[in-house]
């Protein structure tokens, strides 16, 4: 399966990208989202979030907009500008017969500038280094280049962000535009092939949960009381195995081992309706979830992490990391709020109200193509996933379908005398 990569910028970046990563293309599938102005960055990382396994920016402002935002947990890497980025425009300058020594430059530091003239055995008559943040409009920092050329301190400007490199051509300004070399766009896409297979392996450790009654506190010391709350928490458990498409076995008087992925774990809102039907049901227990690149390790750290959630009052969960990091406790009162904004959010709401389904029901469908990994599923693989009838499972993908937020994408027949499959891609 190919790493599908996101690219943010504009327009001419965009294609360098793809030029530069054509050698790629059998391991890696480019998704573009060009923009006009950086600000559309966020909203471009939005859309891209759940089509891809990691976003490349053409340059730190996009990158830094979207990071400040925190509206993707997909990795995202940029394009950095670095003092070869400039070798390039500064020979473009000397063969069209322009004086190349005196410039003002944006995106690269003035040490990395100097170094790399040093290396070349070229001095500077003079280097103006233009400073911004985030927030500069590309027509204030066209600005303060035209202002060091009026002032006849610089002769050109070399500037990493194309619309402020189009304003100055427009005004008759000598300007160039600085792009990543080939080896660090080859090198930074490599990078984000890397981290998004390390992310992907890291979906699919293996995650151990040991839940245990606890017979103080709520619940009854009686053994009919207890063996009914035993009864009750096992339907619970049962349920949330589904959600997060685990198996449970019991171990014991009072504890059961529940296996699954990381991937599937993670999501939060599986382990939020546990914890609040343990709560409504009177039924108190703790937990210690572990992860690990085994079964042993992982059920290692998970009696580490229920260690520490015995000793905690109340329904609660520890987590102990492959690294032996630990975090807990987590209840029911710490999550319900995090469960409240997805609920809420606005694009659920907007699906929502698109396809007719409860905000809950998007949410649910939502965590199902997040734990499976993949957006393509047939009517019995979607209702086993979300434990309905396949005749529901194939009315609610129509209607998702007619609201277009899935499409047919395939037919398919297990065998040459079966009956062809439709394949649904969600598009959530």
């Known amino acids: 399966m190919k790493?599908?990569?996101?690219?943010?910028?504009?327009?001419?970046?965009?294609?360098?990208?793809?030029?530069?990563?054509?050698?790629?293309?059998?391991?890696v599938e480019f998704v573009t989202s060009v923009y006009e102005r950086k600000e559309e960055s966020v909203g471009l990382a939005i859309a891209l979030d759940r089509e891809v396994d990691a976003i490349l920016f053409s340059g730190i402002i996009p990158y830094k907009l979207v990071s400040y935002a925190n509206v993707t947990d997909k990795p995202c890497l940029y394009l950095p500008r670095v003092g070869t980025c400039i070798v390039k425009a500064l020979w473009d300058m000397r063969d069209a017969g322009e004086s190349f020594d005196r410039i003002s430059v944006d995106s690269i530091d003035r040490e990395t500038l100097e170094e790399t003239a040093e290396e070349?055995?070229?001095?500077?008559?003079?280097?103006?280094?233009?400073?911004?943040?985030?927030?500069?409009?590309?027509?204030?920092?066209?600005?303060?280049?035209?202002?060091?050329?009026?002032?006849?301190?610089?002769?050109?400007?070399?500037?990493?962000?194309?619309?402020?490199?189009?304003?100055?051509?427009?005004?008759?300004?000598?300007?160039?535009?600085?792009?990543?070399?080939?080896?660090?766009?080859?090198?930074?896409?490599?990078k984000a092939v890397y981290i998004s297979e390390k992310n992907k392996f890291r979906a699919y450790q293996i995650a151990v949960t040991i839940l245990k009654l606890r017979e103080t506190g709520r619940n009854p010391v009686s053994e009919y009381g207890f063996l009914r709350l035993r009864?009750?928490?096992?339907?619970?458990?049962?349920?949330?195995?589904?959600?997060?498409?685990g198996s449970v076995f019991p171990s014991g008087h009072d504890k059961y081992l529940l296996f699954a992925t990381r991937g599937s774990m993670e999501?939060?809102?599986?382990?939020?309706?546990?914890?609040?039907?343990?709560?409504?049901a009177g039924i108190d227990f703790c937990?210690?979830?572990?992860?690990?690149?085994?079964?042993?390790?992982?059920?290692?750290?998970?009696?580490?992490?229920?260690?520490?959630?015995?000793?905690?009052?109340?329904?609660?969960?520890?987590?102990?990391?492959?690294?032996?990091?630990?975090?807990?406790p987590v209840s029911a009162e710490a999550r319900s709020f995090r469960y409240s904004l997805a609920e809420t959010d606005a694009e659920v709401r907007a699906v929502s109200a698109a396809t007719g389904l409860s905000a809950a029901y998007v949410t649910k469908i939502r965590s199902l193509v997040r734990m499976a990994g993949k957006d393509r599923f047939d009517v019995e693989e979607f209702a086993a996933g979300l434990d309905i009838s396949e005749r529901s499972a194939?009315?609610?993908?129509?209607?998702?379908?007619?609201?277009?937020?899935?499409?047919?994408?395939?037919?398919e027949s297990r065998s040459k005398t079966g009956r062809p499959r439709r394949l649904y891609e969600i598009r959530l």
């Not at 999501?267 to 409504?280: M, N, V, Y």
């Not at 085994?294 to 329904?315: H, Q, V």
């Open 394 to 411: 194939r009315r609610i993908l129509g209607g998702i379908a007619s609201a277009g937020k899935a499409v047919v994408v395939a037919m």
């Open 120 to 190: 070349l055995g070229f001095r500077f008559g003079n280097l103006e280094i233009v400073e911004y943040e985030e927030g500069t409009s590309y027509e204030e920092l066209a600005e303060m280049h035209a202002r060091l050329i009026a002032e006849g301190r610089v002769d050109a400007a070399l500037t990493g962000l194309t619309k402020t490199h189009d304003i100055l051509r427009a005004r008759g300004l000598r300007c160039h535009k600085v792009y990543p070399t080939k080896y660090i766009i080859r090198d930074t896409i490599q």
């Open 3 to 27: 790493t599908r990569i996101g690219l943010i910028g504009p327009r001419d970046s965009v294609r360098r990208i793809l030029d530069a990563g054509s050698r790629y293309e059998s391991t």
């Open 267 to 280: 999501d939060e809102a599986g382990l939020e309706t546990l914890l609040e039907s343990a709560e409504r």
């Open 231 to 245: 009864n009750e928490f096992e339907r619970l458990m049962i349920d949330y195995a589904k959600r997060v498409l």
């Open 287 to 328: 937990a210690g979830l572990g992860y690990g690149t085994t079964a042993f390790n992982a059920e290692s750290n998970a009696r580490k992490a229920l260690d520490r959630a015995k000793a905690t009052e109340g329904c609660n969960l520890y987590s102990v990391d492959v690294d032996g990091e630990i975090i807990g």
